[in-house]
């Protein structure tokens, strides 16, 4: 990875999550109302995944940057055991009052660098927009895996570093949604796909699968949500082959994680 890429760039801002409140699941005018959306589409990646790799029902899942649960709730709902983590305690308190009415879900406080749970601990892992809001995500992925079982999955989701990114992912984003804190993403911070292979190979994780996401682009939403810039209700996206803008993809674990 290009070492000035991660010297010469503004701090991302990973502060305004905390203060969102039920915005998480009712704000149209904020881009946390893109991430709800997108969300839709990395379930159905996830539940894709579990069913071909048959990951039984009851399995543990560490849910990485969880956020307010968009994924962590809908994943307890389908029966795993889901362990939600962030460094922001006021979206885990959003998260919990949307939680499903059960014992599968517990949500902590922490971070990523530094997880507080015993070694081989999970059946999966999940890293779903975290990657691109940190200065060393080898150094979270190392430990990712350290908590992650053998023959465990890793799923990840974050943003290539293309000119193509750059507008929609940051330009785009702020135009469509109006209320759109300075620096939500810093595109310095992207990482190419075989950036993040390279970061993966040491850590005796095989990367599996890598899919594109993007917007629908004919589809009347997101004319809508551009005329308004209010996010519609069922502004979507869909799965691409190409990995130039978004991309979402899962690493089994072949081996114990090395010492670092």
Same mark, same amino acid.
Request: charged content about 20%; aromatic content about 12%.
């Given at each position: 990875?290009?070492?000035?890429k991660?010297?010469?760039?503004? %701090? /991302? ?8 409140? &039920? !915005?998480?699941?009712?704000? $149209?005018?904020?881009i946390?109302? @893109? ?9 159905t ?15 543990? #899942? ?11 709730? &809908?994943?307890?709902?389908?029966? +795993? ?18 939680? %499903?009415?059960?014992? !599968?879900?517990?949500?902590? /406080?922490? &971070? ?10 999970f ?6 927009? #975290? ?5 060393? %995500? ?11 079982k053998?023959?465990g999955? @890793?799923?990840?989701?974050? +943003? ?17 949604? !109006? $209320? ?12 190419k796909?075989? &950036?993040?292979?390279e ?7 095989? /990367?599996?699968?890598?899919?594109? #996401?993007k ?11 551009? @005329? =308004?810039?209010? /996010?519609? =209700?069922?502004?979507? +996206?869909? +799965? ?18 090395? $010492?670092?």
């Open positions: 990875m290009e070492t000035e991660l010297l010469k760039h503004p %701090p /991302v801002n990973n502060a305004f999550y905390d203060d969102l409140g &039920e !915005r998480w699941y009712q704000d $149209d005018g904020h946390i109302a @893109l991430l709800r959306a997108e969300a839709k589409l990395k379930l990646y996830l539940r894709g995944i579990f069913e071909e790799t048959q990951l039984s029902i009851g399995s543990s #899942i560490l849910d990485i940057g969880c956020g307010a649960g968009f994924i962590s709730n &809908e994943l307890a709902r389908d029966g +795993f055991q889901l362990y939600g983590l962030d460094q922001s305690g006021g979206s885990l308190a959003v998260a919990a009052r949307h939680a %499903p009415p059960t014992t !599968r879900i517990s949500y902590t /406080v922490g &971070e990523a660098y530094h997880l507080p749970y015993a070694s081989e601990s059946d999966s892992v999940l890293l779903l927009d #975290i990657l691109e809001h940190v200065d060393d %995500p080898a150094r979270m992925l190392a430990e990712a895996s350290r908590v992650l053998p023959k999955l @890793l799923f990840f989701h974050t +943003f290539n570093r293309t000119l193509l990114s750059r507008f929609f992912a940051i330009e785009a984003v702020s135009f469509v949604a !109006r $209320d759109s804190p300075k620096n939500f993403h810093v595109w310095n911070l992207f990482i796909p075989e &950036e993040l292979k970061m993966l190979q040491p850590l005796g994780l095989r /990367v599996k699968s890598m899919r594109g #996401i917007p629908v682009l004919s589809h009347w939403p997101l004319w809508s949500s551009i @005329l =308004k810039r209010q /996010v519609h =209700k069922d502004f979507a +996206f869909s +799965f691409t082959s190409s990995l130039s803008l978004g991309y979402i993809g899962y690493a089994q674990k072949f081996a114990a994680t090395p $010492d670092l």
